[in-house]
C-alpha cells in the first residue's frame, strides 16, 4: 500500500493516479481532527484563496499547456474543474464549493482508497516504506521538525495572502460593470466575466495612502523576517512599493471601457471575478491583504461601486513552508536522506494550484513504479511538467562567486522550457513574422512541441506498464 498525507490538490491528485494504476492507497488528511488557519471546511482540495486556475489557453500560455497535459494525463483535479467552471474571461475559474465536492466524492468512491481523518504528527511510521507527503503549505509543525530532523535544513517560509470575496448582489451596478479585459471569453465565458470598478487619479491616490497607512495583522517575532512570494502580495505591500504601482498591477485599467463615461478613461480599475456558479460571489482580484477585517471594510469601501460592499469573506494572511528541494530531493521527488519518503504539492516549491496537483501526479507515478520496482523516467523538460519538475530538483540558479542561489517558489512559466531548435521566423501563409507575431508563433510551436513530447512519454510508460 502507498500512503499519501495531505489532502489537498496534490494530494488528492497523487491518490487518484495511484487507485487509477491498480495499486491500494491510504490518504491520510487531519482535517476535520485538526484544522488550520486558512482551510473553512473539511472537504478534500479545498480551495484556500482564488477560484482560478488562470488561463486556459494551451496553445499560448504555460499555465494552459499545464491543464492540457494534465487533462491527457487524467487528472481529477482537471475534471472536477472542468464540471464546476464559472465565467471568467480568459481565465478557467471553478465554483470552489462544487469543484470540492467533486474530488472528495471520486475519492471516498473509489474502491482502492482509503480515506483516514487522523494527523500524522511527526515522521511518517517507519513500517510505511512508500508514502507521499503532500501536506502544502500549511504543513504541521510536528512533521515539519521530523522533516527537519532528517535532512539537517530549515525549511524555508513565505506568506500568503487571501482576497476578499463580495456578495454580487450589493455591489453598484450603476457605477460597475462587467467586462473583460479585451473583451477576451475564456471557458464558459462571454467576454464580460469581470465587474470593474473604475477609479479617478484623486480617488485612487487617496485609496493608496488609506492602504499604506491601514491598521494591519501584527507579525509574531519568529515570522518577522519571513519574505513574501512575489506572486502573491498583499495589495498593500504592492501599494508601498511605490505609488503607481498597483496601476501597472491588480489595478492596471487598460483594456477596459466603461459604458456608464465613456468618453472618460479611469485611471485605475479594481476587478473582481465570479468566485460560484450561482454567481452570487465575487472575488477581488489581486486583493490579498494583511489589513485587519474591520480596515479591510473600511478602505475597501472607499472603493467606487463597493460603498455599500457585503463580504462573504474578509483576507487573511498564513504562513507558507517549502522545501529547499533542488538540494534535498532527487528527480523523482524522493528526500535524498529517506528515500521511503516522497513530496509533492507546494511545500516542494512549486506555487499554484494546477502546478501543485501536477507535481501530486507525478510523484503518485513515480511511487507506483517504485512499489512494482520499475524505473520509470521523468518527462521531457520540453513539457510543463517536466520543466516544473526540472526546477523543483534542479534548475535553481548557480553562481560562479556565490554559489547557488536561494530556491524559491515558482508557477509555471515558459521560461523553465528549453528553448527551440529554431524560432519560427514566418507564418501559416508564409509570410515573415513581424514584433509580436514572433512571440505568438514562439509560444504555440513550444506548446505543440510539448504536447507531442508528453504524449510520446505517456506512451512509452504505459508500454513499459504493460510489459
Known sequence: MIHIVGGGLAGAEAAWQVAERGMPVALHEMRPTRTTDAHKTDSLAELVCSNSFRSDDHEQSAIGLLHEEMRQLGSLIMRAADTNQVPAGGALAVDRDGFAAVVTAALEAHPLIEI????????????????????????SAALADGIRGVTGEDALAFFDAIAPIVHRESIDLSVAWFQSRYDKAGPGGT??????????????????????????????EWEASTPYFDGCLPIEVMAARGVETLRHGPMKPVGLTNPHDPQVKAYAIVQLRQDNKLGTLFNMVGFQTKLKHAEQVRVFRTIPGLEKAEFARLGGLHRNTFLNSPKLLDDTLRLKAMPRLRFAGQITGCEGYVESAAIGLLSARFAVAQQLGEEMLPPPQTTAHGALLAHITGGHVETIDAGPRSFQPMNINFGLFPPLAQN?????DGKRLRGNEKTIAKKRALCVRALADLDQWARGARLAAAE
Do not use: H
Open 116 to 139: 483516514v481523518r487522523e494527523e500524522i504528527a511527526g515522521l511518517p511510521p517507519a513500517d510505511w516504506d512508500n508514502v507521499i507527503v503532500a501536506t502544502g503549505p500549511l504543513t
Open 191 to 220: 467576454g464580460a466575466d469581470y465587474l470593474n470598478c473604475p477609479m479617478t487619479r484623486e480617488q485612487y491616490a487617496a485609496f493608496v495612502e488609506a492602504l499604506i497607512a491601514g491598521d494591519k495583522t501584527s507579525f509574531k
Open 424 to 428: 519560427p521566423k514566418n507564418g501559416p
